[in-house]
């Protein structure tokens, strides 16, 4: 576990399903995860939490169409999906 360092973009989508999952939340939203040039990048593990993302409208890919799932998240993107993720669940 590396506290100071940066958190990709599958990994802000796999605490927010997690959470979400943990809460009793709607996760059975379902996006197209092969619908981005590079989906296939997604690490096996936050395939499903990558998947209900984009599904639920959390995640979307970036002005160049692609999802970068292993990219380093800005601190906007990861407000952006925190703040999607609570209107989503009136959290």
């Given amino acids: 576990f590396a506290p ?9 989508a796999t605490m927010l399903y997690r959470y ?3 809460k ?9 995860i092969s619908s981005f ?3 296939n990048l ?3 593990y936050a395939k499903d939490a990558i998947s209900w993302a ?4 959390i995640l979307l890919g970036n002005d160049k169409g692609n999802l970068t799932p292993r990219g380093n998240a800005t ?3 990861i407000a952006t999906m925190i703040m999607r993720f609570m ?3 009136d959290a």
Avoid: C, F, L, M
């Fill in 75 to 77: 601190r906007a993107e």
């Fill in 87 to 89: 209107e989503k669940y």
């Fill in 4 to 12: 100071d360092g940066n958190v990709t973009r599958e990994q802000v």
């Fill in 37 to 39: 040039p590079d989906g």
């Fill in 42 to 44: 997604t690490h096996e």
């Fill in 24 to 32: 009793n939340y709607d996760v059975s939203a379902s996006g197209d």
């Fill in 54 to 57: 984009i599904g639920a409208g």
């Fill in 20 to 22: 979400a999952k943990w």
